[in-house]
């Protein structure tokens, strides 16, 4: 009897509930999405991702599927497959999604935090392949991230390691949804990006951005930026160095072979690598200046990877 060579992974978040049909080579072979029923609680949501299912597992032989995994936002208790609670979804508490995707679904289902999966993604078929170490960031909505050490995942207790954008950056920083002062998340996340620029645009009406109101976000400022906009440019040069105050912790607490930033800001890495690698210069000590910081080579897909790489039989 051969090894099912087929998962549906799902990624599950606070605007869209995206899921994928994943090949043992990490190709894409089928996608679906559709916009997460917050207002419906987590049983909607659940319905949502059977759905789904069905849908990018339509006219696959059973036979070959090896199960759903689900990428989340924590906390989240992975080793009992129960969400402990999501600040973007409501009612997200204590939820026990792996028990009742099973119960509805029949087959093998695995939970992981979303920056875990997308670490998992990015080790076994993008920018992370072939190394032991290195950390993943993403920089979206929030900060978060997942860490490979020592060739496995690090998970610590109740598998609750890398939860990345809570490191405190500027104890008398912003305060973070979290309720702590300071978190990098607060400084730097794409959220963090886009209030800072529309704080600023409001006040320079010589900068493109000033138009757009509050239409202001992390992505319009990197366009902006690439069109020369002076502000941008500025806001840009900020979030890089916040951005590479993080990358440096990051560097002096795991020692990897590389960093890699993924996640809706990550579009703009060409512009931020610049200042980010200046503070690692600056700021990191010696044996750590020379660890690249490389952008994921997955894109968005890197959670929907990682997600079905969790009941693949590569899994890890």
């Keep these: 009897m051969t090894s099912p060579t087929l998962a549906v992974g799902i990624d599950l978040g606070g605007t869209q509930v995206r899921a994928a049909l994943i090949d043992a080579q990490g190709a894409l072979l089928a996608r679906a999405a559709t916009r997460t029923d917050i207002a419906g609680g987590p049983r909607a949501v659940l319905r949502q991702i059977e759905g789904l299912y069905a849908e990018v597992g339509r006219g696959v032989d059973p036979a070959a599927l090896a199960g759903l995994g689900v990428s989340a936002p924590g906390p989240l208790d992975s080793e009992t497959g129960v969400v402990l609670g999501i600040p973007t979804l409501p009612g997200w508490v204590d939820i026990p999604i792996v028990a009742w995707l099973h119960e509805a679904l029949r087959v093998p289902v695995t939970l992981e935090n979303d920056g875990v999966a997308a670490a998992i993604g990015e080790w076994h078929f993008g920018a992370g392949r072939g190394?032991?170490?290195?950390?993943?960031?993403?920089?979206?909505?929030?900060?978060?991230?997942?860490?490979i050490a020592d060739g496995r995942v690090l998970r610590g207790r109740r598998r609750l390691a890398a939860h990345l954008g809570h490191m405190t950056t500027a104890p008398e920083g912003e305060v973070c949804l979290c309720g702590n002062r300071g978190c990098w998340e607060a400084q730097a996340s794409g959220t963090a990006f886009g209030d800072r620029a529309r704080r600023l645009a409001a006040l320079a009406p010589d900068s493109a951005?000033?138009?757009?109101?509050?239409?202001?976000?992390?992505?319009?400022?990197?366009?902006?930026?690439?069109?020369?906009?002076?502000?941008?440019?500025?806001?840009v040069a900020h979030e890089a160095?916040?951005?590479g105050i993080g990358i440096?912790?990051?560097?002096?607490?795991?020692?990897p072979q590389a960093v890699v930033i993924g996640g809706g800001v990550s579009a703009g890495f060409d512009l931020l690598h610049?200042?980010?690698q200046a503070q690692v210069q600056a700021r990191a000590m010696p044996p750590f200046r020379e660890v690249p910081v490389v952008a994921a080579q997955l894109g968005p897909n890197s959670g929907l990877v990682g997600a079905a790489c969790l009941v693949l039989p590569r899994a890890t």
């Design 131 to 147: 190394l032991s170490d290195f950390v993943y960031v993403t920089v979206s909505t929030g900060i978060g991230g997942g860490v």
């Design 209 to 235: 951005l000033h138009a757009l109101g509050a239409a202001v976000d992390a992505q319009r400022v990197i366009d902006a930026a690439r069109g020369g906009d002076a502000l941008a440019g500025q806001l």
């Design 241 to 243: 160095e916040l951005l």
């Design 248 to 255: 440096v912790s990051l560097l002096h607490l795991f020692s």
């Design 274 to 276: 610049p200042g980010i």
